[in-house]
C-alpha cells in the first residue's frame, strides 16, 4: 500500500505523505500514487484548492528514499528514477487548481523540491529547507536546480547547493519563498484555501495559466490553454464542429 493518501473534503483535496518511519521520504510508490492522485484531482471538478502535507513532527518529508536509489544503474539512476520524479512533480506544479504546501517540519532534497512545485507555502517557526544531495555524491534532480532558480535568489540557491547551507522559515519568509510562517502551518494553509473558495474558479484557473506562461511554468501548453479556451467559446468553433459532422463547408460568421 502506498504511503500517500488523497482525501476529498468538499472543494478540498488533501494530499498527504504518510512514511513517518523514513520522515515521508519517497519511494516509486508513493512517486506513482502522487501521479495518480493529481491526476484524480485534475477531474474533480468541485475541487478548488489543494493542500500538500505530511505526517509527524520531525520532517514534512526528507526527500527520496536512499534505499530506493542507491542500487539503480546510472541508466536506471537517470531514467527511471530523475526522470520519473520529474514527471511527476511537473504533474503537481501544473494542476490547475492553487496548492498550498504546509512545512510542519524540516523539508529536504525531493522534499524542497515537493513544496517548490506547489504554487505557495507556509513554514512551521522550526522548519528548514536545504538540498543535501551533494552530501551523498548526487545532485538535485527533481527540479531542484531548475524551478528553484526561480524562487531563490541565485546567491541563496547556491548556499544551499554547493555548501549545503539550510534555509531557515524567518529567512524562507522574508525572500518570499514562504507565504508565511505560523505555529499551526495546517490551520494557516486551511485558511487560505478558504480564501480560494472566494473567488471565481475559473478566473482563479486562468490567471494561474496566465502566471505560468510568464515565468517559464510549461510556457508552451499554457499559451495554448489559454488560446484554446477562448477559441473554444467562439461561434467560429461552433460552426466547424457543425460543418464537420454535417459535411458541409463551414460559413465562419467571425465571432
Given at each position: 500500500?502506498?504511503?500517500?493518501?488523497?482525501?476529498?473534503?468538499?472543494?478540498?483535496?488533501?494530499?498527504?505523505?504518510?512514511?513517518?518511519?523514513?520522515?515521508?521520504?519517497?519511494?516509486?510508490?508513493?512517486?506513482?500514487?502522487?501521479?495518480?492522485?493529481?491526476?484524480?484531482?485534475?477531474?474533480?471538478?468541485?475541487?478548488?484548492?489543494?493542500?500538500?502535507?505530511?505526517?509527524?513532527?520531525?520532517?514534512?518529508?526528507?526527500?527520496?528514499?536512499?534505499?530506493?536509489?542507491?542500487?539503480?544503474?546510472?541508466?536506471?539512476?537517470?531514467?527511471?528514477?530523475?526522470r520519473?520524479?520529474?514527471?511527476?512533480?511537473?504533474?503537481?506544479?501544473?494542476?490547475?487548481?492553487?496548492?498550498?504546501?504546509?512545512?510542519?517540519?524540516?523539508?529536504?532534497?525531493?522534499?524542497?523540491?515537493?513544496?517548490?512545485?506547489?504554487?505557495?507555502?507556509?513554514?512551521?517557526?522550526?522548519?528548514?529547507?536545504?538540498?543535501?544531495?551533494?552530501?551523498?555524491?548526487?545532485?538535485?534532480?527533481w527540479?531542484?536546480?531548475?524551478?528553484?532558480?526561480?524562487?531563490?535568489?541565485?546567491?541563496?540557491?547556491?548556499?544551499?547547493?554547493?555548501?549545503?547551507?539550510?534555509?531557515?522559515?524567518?529567512?524562507?519568509?522574508?525572500?518570499?519563498?514562504?507565504?508565511?510562517?505560523?505555529?499551526?502551518p495546517?490551520?494557516?494553509?486551511?485558511?487560505?484555501?478558504?480564501?480560494?473558495?472566494?473567488?471565481?474558479?475559473?478566473?482563479?484557473?486562468?490567471?494561474?495559466?496566465?502566471?505560468?506562461?510568464?515565468?517559464g511554468?510549461?510556457?508552451?501548453?499554457?499559451?495554448?490553454?489559454l488560446?484554446?479556451?477562448?477559441?473554444?467559446?467562439?461561434?467560429?468553433?461552433?460552426?466547424?464542429?457543425?460543418?464537420?459532422?454535417?459535411?458541409?463547408?463551414?460559413?465562419?460568421?467571425?465571432?
Open positions: 500500500m502506498s504511503a500517500v493518501h488523497l482525501s476529498i473534503e468538499g472543494p478540498l483535496a488533501r494530499i498527504t505523505l504518510d512514511n513517518e518511519a523514513k520522515l515521508n521520504a519517497f519511494t516509486p510508490a508513493m512517486l506513482a500514487a502522487l501521479e495518480g492522485y493529481c491526476g484524480e484531482i485534475e477531474c474533480a471538478e468541485a475541487v478548488r484548492a489543494v493542500i500538500v502535507q505530511s505526517v509527524g513532527s520531525r520532517a514534512f518529508c526528507a526527500g527520496a528514499d536512499i534505499k530506493a536509489w542507491a542500487p539503480l544503474s546510472p541508466f536506471e539512476f537517470a531514467r527511471a528514477w530523475v520519473e520524479g520529474h514527471r511527476v512533480f511537473d504533474r503537481l506544479a501544473r494542476l490547475s487548481k492553487p496548492t498550498i504546501a504546509v512545512l510542519q517540519a524540516h523539508a529536504f532534497g525531493g522534499g524542497l523540491e515537493l513544496a517548490a512545485a506547489c504554487d505557495i507555502r507556509v513554514m512551521a517557526p522550526g522548519a528548514s529547507c536545504g538540498l543535501p544531495e551533494a552530501q551523498v555524491g548526487i545532485v538535485p534532480g527540479s531542484g536546480t531548475q524551478r528553484l532558480a526561480r524562487l531563490l535568489p541565485e546567491p541563496v540557491l547556491k548556499e544551499m547547493v554547493l555548501f549545503g547551507r539550510r534555509l531557515n522559515a524567518e529567512r524562507a519568509l522574508a525572500l518570499g519563498f514562504a507565504a508565511e510562517v505560523a505555529e499551526d495546517l490551520k494557516t494553509a486551511e485558511t487560505l484555501a478558504e480564501d480560494v473558495l472566494t473567488s471565481s474558479p475559473r478566473a482563479v484557473e486562468v490567471a494561474k495559466y496566465q502566471l505560468h506562461a510568464a515565468v511554468e510549461d510556457r508552451a501548453a499554457m499559451i495554448e490553454a488560446g484554446g479556451g477562448m477559441i473554444a467559446a467562439s461561434a467560429d468553433k461552433a460552426e466547424g464542429v457543425a460543418a464537420f459532422a454535417e459535411k458541409r463547408k463551414p460559413d465562419f460568421p467571425g465571432s
